[in-house]
C-alpha cells in the first residue's frame, strides 16, 4: 500500500530525516512513534506531498508521489499537527470548503460530508463557530476533513494531542472504526498510544529509523 525508500529532508545543514525506509500494508495501523524533534512531522509532511524530500521514493499503491502528486493525494487523508482550521467558520461551512478544495461536488460532495459528520459525531456542533469548540471537538472536526473522499491512507499527526483522557479514548474509538476502510499511519511520543491503538510501531530517533 505504502513504500517508503532512502527519505531523507535537510534543513540548511541539519538533517531532520536521513534515509528512512518501511512500508505498511493495506488495513494496517502504524504508529511513527518518537521525541519531539526525531523527525516524525517532517516525514508526515513529505507522506502527504506538503514538502518534498531532498532524496528518497515515496509511493502509494504503486504510484510514485513525485511522478503524480495529485493523483496520489487523492487517495490520502492529511489531519496536521496544527491544523489549518479558521476559527470564524461554523463546522459545516469548513466542511463544505474542505470538501471542494478535495474537488468533491454535487450530491457526492454532500454525501461525503454527511458520512464524515456521521463518522466523527459533530453533528450537534455543525452551526458552531470553530472558535467556540473544545480542543476534542477541533480534533474531530480535522479527521472529518482528513476523511472526506474516503481516503485509502490516513496520515494523522499527534491525533491526541492535547486532549483529555476521555476525549483521548475517543479519538481512539474512533480511528480504530475508520482503520476497517482505510489504512492509518499515525505519529506520536507517547508508547501507550502505540501500545492501544497500532498493530506495530515504527521507531524514530535523531531522524533515523531505530526499529
Do not use: W
Amino acid at each position: 500500500m505504502l513504500e517508503v525508500s532512502d527519505l531523507t529532508r535537510l534543513y540548511g545543514d541539519f538533517v531532520a530525516v536521513d534515509r528512512v525506509g518501511f512500508s505498511i500494508g493495506q488495513g494496517e495501523i502504524v504508529g511513527l512513534l518518537g521525541h519531539n524533534g526525531a523527525g516524525k512531522t517532517t516525514i508526515m509532511m513529505m507522506l502527504s506531498g506538503y514538502l518534498e524530500p531532498n532524496q528518497g521514493r515515496i509511493s502509494i499503491d504503486g504510484i510514485d508521489l513525485t511522478d503524480d502528486a495529485k493523483q496520489v493525494q487523492r487517495t490520502l487523508g492529511y489531519l496536521p499537527e496544527s491544523l489549518p482550521i479558521y476559527p470564524e467558520m461554523s463546522v459545516a461551512d469548513y466542511l463544505d470548503y474542505a470538501a471542494e478544495l478535495k474537488g468533491l461536488t454535487g450530491d457526492h460532495k454532500y454525501l461525503e460530508i454527511k458520512r464524515a459528520i456521521g463518522a466523527t459525531a459533530i453533528a450537534d456542533r455543525l452551526l458552531s463557530p470553530i472558535s467556540t469548540l473544545s480542543r476534542g471537538y477541533k480534533q474531530r472536526v480535522g479527521v472529518a476533513q482528513a476523511i472526506l473522499g474516503q481516503p485509502r491512507l490516513l496520515i494523522l499527526d499527534e491525533p491526541t494531542n492535547g486532549l483529555d483522557p476521555t476525549q483521548t479514548e475517543q479519538m481512539r474509538r474512533l480511528i480504530r472504526d475508520l482503520a476497517q476502510d482505510a489504512t492509518v499511519i499515525l505519529s506520536t511520543h507517547i508508547m501507550q498510544e502505540v501500545e492501544a491503538l497500532c498493530d506495530r510501531a515504527l521507531i524514530l530517533s535523531n531522524g533515523r529509523l531505530a526499529v
